[in-house]
């Protein structure tokens, strides 16, 4: 079962920046770079909704058009690690950031972290 932990979160004013990692642990038969990455997130009363993908080797990204050209997604698969870069952020990027792992259909998540930009 892997393991992932979210970390990074907090409170912001719009236009400011933060950055989550991902660290992720527990691996048996396969390793870090056998999983494709996403980050989701959650708003209150809302469902929870993807915001950033990257795939395996780390080669490529695809984002939410609400976060495209401000978020950046990335990974380090030497240190089991997975990143989201967010700039210019928003009241409506508010919510709890979760990070995910899918192999051969099979998804993993973590607990989350509450990011909150509030003025």
């Known amino acids: 079962q892997v393991h992932l932990v979210e970390s990074g979160g907090g409170a912001v004013q719009p236009g400011g920046s933060l950055g989550l990692s991902c660290a992720a642990s527990g691996f048996t038969d396969f390793t870090f770079s056998s999983y494709a990455m996403n980050w989701y997130r959650q708003a209150p009363g809302r469902e929870r909704e993807f915001v950033a993908a990257i795939t395996r080797a780390g080669d490529s990204t695809l984002y939410a058009d609400s976060v495209k050209g401000r978020f950046t997604i990335s990974r380090d698969n030497a240190k089991n690690m997975m990143y989201l870069q967010m700039n210019s952020l928003k009241f409506e990027d508010t919510g709890v950031y979760y990070c995910?792992?899918?192999?051969?259909?099979?998804?993993?998540w973590g607990q989350g972290t509450q990011v909150t930009v509030s003025s």
């Open positions: 995910n792992a899918v192999h051969d259909g099979r998804g993993s």
